[in-house]
């Protein structure tokens, strides 16, 4: 469900970004699992550990911070693998790697297929929980991102194709008067759809309604 409330010019957060962080971790090695859990639940998140992809895939994914744990050398459908399987995944999950003797041209290859960080056991739980502190961050703000232009596309969509042009017209920096130009229509017409639009929209402001305009472009590339 989408928040359509506002804050300032823009929609808000979504509230599922406030919800308990997920920690999954996927490792066939039972001593990481049973150590990790606990790890996890102290931190006040919660762990779902997993000892294959194949276990992981079967799992549904509730929507809420998550990141992923994750181990490179698994049996059957090995960390890399898993890597992309989910890699067109809508939610967002960012993937920490974990292995016990990983090479560069490892490391390279799942840092540029998106990977946020490569540890080699042993490593200090620390240096763990640093990097599942920033990728919950980042999941959090993705949430909020799509939950944003989600509603921004509702707002969008209910718009008349005339409030579209004016809108896509007024926020190329045209006025009314040249609005109106551009569409055979007079200024007075402009006005009354500029006004409608403005409210469809929420926008308080015109640089409000740029700003909106602006994520509405950012968020087409990113969907499919």
Not at 59 to 87: F, H, M, T, Y
Request: glycine share 10%; proline share 7%.
């Amino acid at each position: 469900m989408r928040s359509t409330r506002t804050s300032g010019d823009g929609p808000q957060p979504s509230p599922l970004s406030h919800a308990t962080p997920i920690v999954y971790v996927v490792d066939d090695d039972v001593s990481v699992r049973e150590s990790l859990g606990p790890l996890i639940r102290f931190e006040g998140w919660e762990p779902e550990i997993f000892a294959s992809a194949q276990e992981f895939l079967a799992s549904p994914r509730r929507l809420a911070p998550s990141c992923l744990v994750l181990d490179v050398n698994l049996p059957g459908l090995n960390g890399l693998e898993l890597q992309r399987r989910i890699s067109g995944d809508r939610l967002a999950l960012p993937i920490i790697f974990i292995t016990g003797y990983g090479g560069v041209p490892m490391t390279v290859q799942a840092m540029k297929a998106g990977a946020l960080e490569f540890l080699t056991k042993p490593f200090p739980d620390e240096v763990l929980l640093a990097a599942v502190r920033t990728a919950i961050d980042r999941s959090r703000a993705a949430i909020d991102d799509d939950a944003r232009i989600g509603t921004l596309r509702e707002r969008h969509a209910s718009l008349s194709p005339r409030e579209r042009e004016v809108m896509a017209l007024v926020v190329s920096g045209l006025l009314n008067k040249q609005v109106g130009g551009e569409l055979g229509i007079s200024e007075i017409t402009v006005k009354a759809h500029r006004g409608s639009m403005m409210r469809k929209m929420m926008a308080g402001s015109l640089p409000g309604l740029v700003n909106m305009a602006a994520m509405l472009d950012a968020g087409s590339g990113t969907k499919g």
